[in-house]
């Protein structure tokens, strides 16, 4: 399996590239910097917005690990736009890590949660306005992976969680929460799986 990651070295990135390494992928970080990553690293060195349909055409799966901060949110937009672009007609499946202000609050479907964050409004209507862009997509395969809210870059790894589609599930405590280490896992698997083509998956711990 040859995987691609976009920003490869951000924090969730490194989760996902060591999970994959440990199974055995092809691993090649994209639009990074070398000076961030491990030396001997394959690297795509190009800027994710100058990425081109030949740039992507040897994975089998790429995996956007891109990180937007606050007021970042118009650089969302932009960037699903030309992934979605340079992905048509592509037999690689684009996996993006986005946000879970995109879940649903629960299975009624009534609210998101981006509805109970009116501080974030702005960010929010971004960050789903993007989702919306990959969701109207045609031509290939694609999964949003939108993490719960306490989503813990030094929480536990348990090597067990739950998924769930697109509304907020919670574990036996009745937290929404899963650790880097655990989604890690959620998303290599779902790649290994394929039960979420053309449309969102959650996890939390169990």
Request: aromatic content about 10%; overall charge negative; proline content about 3%.
């Amino acid at each position: 399996m040859k995987l691609g990651i976009i920003k490869a070295a951000s924090s969730f990135g490194r989760f996902v590239a060591n999970e994959a390494l440990d199974r055995g992928f092809e691993v090649s970080a994209i639009g990074d910097s070398r000076s961030d990553l491990p030396e001997g690293w394959p690297l795509v060195d190009v800027d994710v917005l100058e990425l081109s349909a030949a740039d992507v055409a040897s994975f089998d799966v790429v995996v956007d690990c891109s990180e937007f901060r606050a007021g970042q949110g118009e650089l969302a937009v932009s960037q699903m736009k030309h992934l979605v672009k340079i992905f048509a007609d592509s037999d690689c499946r684009l996996m993006v890590v986005g946000s879970g202000v995109n879940l649903f609050a629960d299975d009624s479907r009534k609210q998101k949660v981006a509805d109970f964050l009116p501080a974030m409004k702005e960010q929010s209507n971004l960050l789903g306005r993007a989702f919306e862009v990959l969701q109207g997509s045609s031509g290939f395969d694609w999964t949003y992976v939108a993490p719960p809210f306490h989503f813990e870059i030094s929480g536990p790894a348990t090597g067990t969680y739950r998924t769930g589609s697109d509304f907020v599930i919670v574990d036996q405590k009745g937290a929404a929460a899963i650790s880097f280490a655990d989604m890690a896992t959620a998303l290599v698997d779902e790649i290994e799986n394929r039960q979420f083509l053309n449309s969102m998956f959650t996890a939390t711990y169990r």
